[in-house]
């Protein structure tokens, strides 16, 4: 066991990465808040419309979509990739453009199945993503040479080797790693996306009717928040792979809406959720020598926890202290009339 | 209730067909003789292949079983949820004595399923989020601790060769005889639980209310069947992956549920589309050198799916089309019967055809158009063509369904302007759709409840059943017919 | 003896006593009673849902449950089938605890509780209600089918014993539902509105078949939404909203001054129970 879990050495887990190679960490722990609060911003938002696994689904069938843009790319550009000098196949357009129709083709599928058949939602979910994702791993296990991605990736990303990617260059200086520059771009749009359409979002996702009264089109809503969703997916990817992406879109706004009922209070503890997890994450993995991005996923899921039994408001210390001290049912109060105002202390009470 | 005979001819039937299927399909994959490389993988004389063939059969039975109780439970995603759950139960069973010994592993991984299970109805029972968010959560933390559990593993000394990333796609050619032992075991029980508990599992997924009220103990077999579940995620793991293992609960079950109507034939279709999805794609990676075993069985699974979405006999979209279409031609035919009743009522029956120009003038189309629909008619046996080419004769068929459609229109006209008091102006669009649909008994009804009048709203004659069921050509020989539109 | 037991000890329950005017004959053997339930109190998040209801429900009565939306009468229909637990007090179905007479009681649970395309036929369904008699691990026998096959003609599906269930009419379902009930050959039938949503003709013969089993002494409990048609359905009415408002023969507690209490300042509502009384005393 001592093998499996390294000796934990505090000089080594917190203190040597922000002083030897602080260049490398500070770069980790940047992708990896862009990349949390990204999804995470996004994802309050299919956690509110209850669609948090259509994520998961979009986040599997990114896949084809990206191998099938490789290898386009490849054939374009011509030749294999070769060893480690492999960014240059890496067509950003191609990229985005086979997410977003991955995206597309995943939504339109799921309604598809479910609205022409009687398979329900959930099963049409299912079928979609997994045989999108079937194609996915067939075409880059067939055409490994020609396909830039290999299973690895996929399943937990590559986070922690974002500062080996060139940097970009603005007059001469090195700013900072292109894929960070990416995500951090990414990151930026939703929030800016988040801030210009908050209250169409809010008035869609919570009564679609009255969204279409007042001339929002839910189902352009619908579908613009998927092909976002593609675009956040699809450049988390490679840091942060396939599964664990949605990790990233569902625990912080999960953790978020545990500590309060606000959504612009949920917003702000996302992000806090997305930066908490980042650095803890990064020291997790340093301690337990293991993939940063599961590691980030593993420090989010413990944040969520601990929102779950300390939350003053739904958690359950507090609830179980509340059971404790209080009555096992709040005694309704009855008025006049014989109508009943279930513990509502404004209603008057009629008491003699 | 599984004794029929017929679904099980079918099921070896199906069997029996992938053969020739398989082999015609994968023609390019590779250079060798598909063939001989066909013959060597069902010949059975190969002892791996054999284990790989069999373990395909083994979970194909399992997944189809219990994912049929999944997808009629609404609950296709806790599959998913808990495929993903298993994996840091998978790695700690691993460690057991660092190897892939079969036992601890499914020990391991069964008890991280129930956890997760566990976890997410904690989540939706004591928070406010909703289910789907709990499972994705679930999903993705317990796996993102499997990812770490696996990549310290292979870090050590020990793990860094045992094999223990083939879990993540599957790798049907590791299977190892213990393996297989335990899943015959888990196949056995599974198929025991469902033919015992059929009923009780029948009812409880179709009205758990209802059960728990009849004193059946709904939670514990809730709690079995997500116990059975874990224990058939575990023992497809090996040849699936656990990203891909939920489609095998999923998908062959959903195939079957949408090409039949009763819950016990759905069992056993969906228990043959998962051998055979299993079997294919295990046959395909086969192909392949050295392919993951998951996503080729996936794809064939979605195969058997997309056929049965499209060519499904009741609810195949195909099938519907096409119902669809006859239905809207057989309308479009009996709309120009009734353009003919009306051209020849207008001459009060004088003359016998209806010219193309007449109908043209009618129905406000060109003469094309009319000649088309007319021809769709002579191909029923309902009208005839003068030899020229410009007249249409109705057949005696042809009469006597023109009389029938026009009654339908008037009769509902009739009722609705006098039962329903609707005015008479407003009733024409309504009884547009109705003629088309009307049944004898209902007809009878209406001519009873309207004492059978013989004039509609707009003082038109009503056909009257009597006299059209007389003029039945069934019953009259058709030379002493002498009926409107007929060319003497 | 009251039918309506004297109410919960408190202050806000003090007036209750006045409003329960359900007078009958004392029951002898309270061992004989179909339905007993004693100071019931069911609570969702701790607040409550159903408070302090006390009832007993004589033998062989088609008694209605009537109130507006959110009162809690399903919730009273699933807290005596045993489906929700109890913050306090007790069902006891005739003199027992719900769990050992469960074969005396018919559920009829609303129709929206089920997925319709459930890959099932009706003949399937109204099996269903012989399941509790059969025990663990038994199949349905011969005689079975024979008894579900009855109890279809008796609401008149048995042409459509093959049919999926989806390709029926709401109407149609709602028979099947009663089929299953009468199928289980209970003493004590709950139903959650079974006129919800249904034509005419099927409500009518529903309504028969309640009578008809109402004079086989069988004791029913309906749920009911529509107030006009509850005064003549009924014997004995409940009026619920959380507590128990009134209890009583129809003619009794189908009064402008109960509705009103049980329905409080709810204007359209109120408006209907007057069109109600004025229907009634015309």
Redesign the interface.
Known sequence: MT???PPFDFQRVFIEPWTLDWRVFLWVVLMGFFVAAACGLTGVYL?LR????V??AISHSVLPGLAIAFLAGSLAGGGTVAGGESHDLRNPTLMFIGALAAGVVTTLLIEL?HK?????Q??A???TF??L???G??LI??FADKVDLD?DCV??GEVGLVASHPFVQLGGTELAPWPVARMCLVFLATGGLVLAFYKELLVSSFDSGLAASLGIKPGLMHYALMCWLSVVVVSAFEAVGA??V??M???P??TA??LTHRLPLIFLWTLAHAALSAVAGLHLAIW????T???M??A??GL?CAA?VFSPS?G?LP?LRRRLSAAKVEAPQFDDAGGVSPGNPATPVARR | ?LRQPKIWLLFALLLAGLLPAEAAKIGDLTDTNVLDQAWRFFSLRDPSLRAVLLGSVLLGVTCGLLGSFI??R????M??ALS?AVLPGVALGF?WNMTKDPVAIFIGATIAGLLGTMAVYA?TH?????E??A???V???F???G???V???E???TGAKSGIDKF??GQAAALSTEDLQLMTGVTTVVIAAVL?????L??S???P????????PTRLLHHGLMLMLAAAVVIALQAVGV??V??ML??P??AA??L????H??LVIAAAFGVASGVLGAFLSFL?NN??T???M??AA?FL?GAA?LFGPR?G?VARWWRQRSRSQRVERENLLKAIFRVLEDREFRGEGATLQELCALRRETIEQIRQAVRALRQHGMATFDEAGEAVYLTPEGWQRARAVVRNHRLWELYLTNEAKIAADHVHADAEEIEHVLGEEVVRQLEKGLAYATRDPHGRIIPSSAEILQDDPGRRPAEGMVGYGRKT | MSLATPPKPGPENRELAILTPGQTAPVADPRALPLEIHDLTVSYHRKPVLWGIDLQVPKGKLVGIIGPNGAGKSTLI?AI???LPLSSGWVKIFGEPF?SN??R?G?V?QRE???WD????VM??VL?GR??R?G??K??KKQDREIARECLEKVKMLPYADR?IANLSGGQQQRVFLA?ALA?ESDLYLMDEPFAGVDAATESAIVEIMHELKSRGKTLLVVHHDLPTARNYFDLLILLNMRLVAFGPTEEVFNYELLQKTYGGRLTILSEVADAVRQKTS
């Open positions: 093998e499996l879990i956690i209850r669609m948090a696994l994520g998961d199945i022409k058949s009687r398979v329900k959930d099963a979910i299912g079928i997994s045989s994702f079937a194609i791993v067939i296990s067939v299973a399943l937990y599964i664990l949605i990790a879109l569902i625990l706004g999960a809406s545990l337990l020598d293991c993939p991005a599961g590691a996923v593993v989010g899921a969520f779950w739904q359950l609830g | 209730m997808v009629v609404k609950m296709s995603l599959g998913d993903h460690l989540i004591t928070t406010r989020l909703k789907d968010t499972l994705g959560l999903l993705a933390s796996f993102a601790v990812i770490c559990l990549k310290m593993i870090r050590l000394p993540f796609f015992l508990c059929y009923k009780e029948l009812v997924s179709f009205d209310g209802f059960a728990r009220a009849t004193g059946l990203v891909l939920s489609a999923i998908t079950a959903a549920y949408l039949t109507d009763r819950m034939r759905m392949g392919l993951p998951g996503p080729f996936v794809l979605s799916f979405f609810h979209t | 699933k089938m045993g489906l769990q469960l074969r009681v559920y649970p509780s089920v997925d459930f890959p099932v036929n399937d369904v269903m399941y509790g059969l663990l691990f199949r349905p999926q299953r289980q």
